[in-house]
């Protein structure tokens, strides 16, 4: 989980090729801009390292920082915005269009608990042989399924068509009671 602090390359102390620097000190109040030799020296009296935190702005900025906890703070913050993301998958539930009526209940129950757990659901309607001129039997049968799944999603686009296959995405709703 190292990714942004090990790939981003710091440049620290005497490293640092500026000859200005919009310097920061170790209490985060705004020093000014100073010279590079001299916020150098700054920082070495508090036994701290002179960090470039922006190296592309004019001039660039640097703060006075002990450079070890300030990769700790950075890989902490990092993993804190992995943490949060939220990850939704997309389910896919495949149907005929002569399908009984228990087992489309039974679709429907788990379509019902994979939105409920946040993630989106695509019902496919798969076609064979004859059942291809009667394409909108199956999306009669995905309409049950969008009208019984109404209270918990709302549809994601359109109903599209690919080959022998008829698709619809749902998601959870947005103004979802809980």
């Known amino acids: 989980m190292e990714g942004i602090v090990e790939k981003r390359k710091f440049c620290i102390n005497q490293f640092i090729k500026a000859i200005d620097v919009r310097l920061i000190d170790s209490n985060g109040t705004m020093i000014g801009i100073v010279k590079t030799s001299d916020a ?27 450079f070890a906890k300030f990769k700790y703070e950075l890989n902490k913050k990092n993993k804190e915005s992995i943490r949060k993301q939220k990850i939704s998958h997309v389910k896919e539930i495949r149907i005929r269009s002569r399908i009984g009526c228990h087992d489309l209940e039974v679709k429907i129950r788990r379509a019902r608990d994979f939105i409920i757990n946040g993630d989106k659901v695509q019902i496919t309607a798969m076609f064979s042989g004859r059942e291809m001129q009667h394409k909108d039997l199956g999306v009669k049968v995905m309409n049950k399924m969008v009208a019984a799944l109404s209270d918990v999603a709302e549809l ?23």
């Open 40 to 66: 150098l020296v700054l920082a070495q009296s508090k036994s701290l390292d002179l960090v470039e935190i922006s190296p592309r702005a004019n001039p660039p900025i640097c703060k006075i920082v002990s």
């Open 156 to 178: 994601d686009g359109k109903i599209s068509s690919i080959g022998t296959r008829v698709f619809l995405v749902l998601g959870p709703r947005k103004n979802k009671k809980e």
